[in-house]
C-alpha cells in the first residue's frame, strides 16, 4: 500500500526517532491510531509525522517547530482530493514553478484537489506548525458526499477538470469541527478494522461538516458562481451577470467574497480561465491561436490575441 503524498525535505536530516519513544517536548498532540510516528530533526527544525494509511485515504497529522525559514515539498502522483486542517500557524503552498497557489492560515480548513506534481510550503522563521492533512481517492470521496449536492458538484467538477491545483472555500474550524479533530486523533482500538470503519464515519462527518458550514454561510452561491464559471468558460455566449440574481446578500458583498474565496472578480476569474487554458494548447500542444481563438470562448482572433498578451504581460506568467 503505497502513501497517496510524500514529503520531500530540503536537506538531510541529523537523526530519526520513533514518536512513541521519543516524544517532542513542545507538543502534546498525537495521531493514536497511526501505524507510523516518526520525529525529524534538522539543524533549524524539527518534524513529527504521524500517519495512518489506508488504500482509500491517508490521514496524516504533520507538526513543525522551526527557527529560521523552512520549506518542504510534497509530492503527489495520483489525482487526490484533500482535506487540509491548518491548527495552527500558517503554511504558504506554490506550485512546482514557485507559483503561490494559497497560505493556510491558522484555524482554517479546505477541500482541494491536486494532479500529480510536487507542490512547495514554506513556513517563517520561528513558527509552529500543527495540520492534519486527509488524502482520498476521488471516487471514494464523490460516494460519500453524494447526499449534499453543492459538495458533490463541486467536488466532481474540480476533479474532472483539467487544472493542476484547485481549491473550494476555505472555512474556519469552529468549536463543533474542532471538536471532531480531537476525536480523529485521539481515537485507537487494537483492531485495524475497527479504525478504519471509525476513521471512514469521521471523515464522512468532517465533509457533512463543510458543505453544512457552506451553505449556512452563503459561500455556496458564491461558489456555484464559480463554479458555474469553471464548466462555461469556453462558451461564447457564457452569462455570468445570470450567477448575480436573488442573492441572499448584497451584490457589493457577493462580489468582496467571490474575491476572497477566487482572488479576483467572477468577469476577469473567466479570463483567468481562458488565458490558462489557452497557455496550455499552444505551449503542450503546439496549436496556433487562431485555433484556440474558439475553444477558449473568444469568436474574434484580435481580441483574444490581446488579452492573452495583455494577461501574461501584467500578471508575470510567462
Known amino acids: 500500500m503505497t502513501d497517496h503524498f510524500d514529503i520531500i525535505f530540503p536537506s538531510v536530516h541529523l537523526s530519526v526517532l520513533d514518536v512513541n519513544s521519543c516524544p517532542a517536548d513542545w507538543t502534546e498532540s498525537v495521531l493514536r491510531s497511526a501505524t507510523s510516528s516518526l520525529r525529524y530533526s534538522f539543524p533549524e527544525a524539527e518534524v513529527l509525522r504521524g500517519k495512518l494509511l489506508f488504500k482509500k485515504y491517508h490521514i496524516e497529522l504533520i507538526q513543525l517547530r522551526t527557527e529560521e525559514a523552512f520549506s518542504l515539498r510534497f509530492k503527489v502522483d495520483q489525482d487526490r482530493l484533500f482535506l487540509l486542517f491548518t491548527i495552527q500557524g500558517n503554511l504558504r503552498f506554490l506550485t512546482g514553478e514557485g507559483t503561490e497557489v494559497i497560505t493556510a492560515t491558522e484555524n482554517s480548513f479546505y477541500p482541494s484537489h491536486s494532479r500529480p506534481e510536487v507542490y512547495g510550503t514554506d513556513i517563517i522563521k520561528g513558527s509552529v506548525v500543527k495540520a492534519l492533512v486527509i488524502s482520498f481517492d476521488p471516487d471514494w470521496a464523490e460516494r460519500i458526499v453524494r447526499p449534499y449536492r453543492v459538495l458533490w458538484e463541486a467536488l466532481r467538477e474540480i476533479a474532472r477538470s483539467d487544472r493542476q491545483f484547485s481549491i473550494l472555500p476555505r472555512l474556519r474550524i469552529d468549536r463543533m469541527l474542532g471538536k471532531e479533530l480531537g476525536e480523529i486523533l485521539d481515537f485507537n482500538d487494537p483492531n485495524i478494522e475497527i479504525v478504519k470503519l471509525k476513521m471512514r464515519k469521521k471523515i464522512a462527518m468532517v465533509l457533512k461538516c463543510y458543505h453544512e458550514m457552506l451553505v449556512i454561510s452563503g459561500l455556496d452561491r458564491i461558489y456555484l458562481a464559480g463554479l458555474y464559471i469553471l464548466k462555461n468558460f469556453a462558451d461564447p455566449e457564457i452569462d455570468i451577470q445570470s450567477q448575480l ?30 488565458m ?4 496550455k494548447l499552444i505551449n503542450e500542444q503546439g496549436l496556433a491561436k487562431k485555433e484556440v481563438c474558439s475553444m477558449v470562448g473568444y469568436t ?19
Open 245 to 274: 440574481q436573488d442573492l441572499p446578500m448584497s451584490d457589493k458583498t457577493f462580489r468582496r467574497k467571490f474575491r476572497v474565496i477566487f482572488g479576483t472578480t467572477p468577469y476577469d476569474y473567466c479570463v483567468r480561465l481562458r
Open 276 to 279: 490558462e487554458k489557452a497557455r
Open 300 to 318: 474574434d482572433l484580435g481580441s483574444f490575441s490581446r488579452t492573452y498578451r495583455s494577461y501574461y504581460r501584467n500578471e508575470g506568467h510567462r
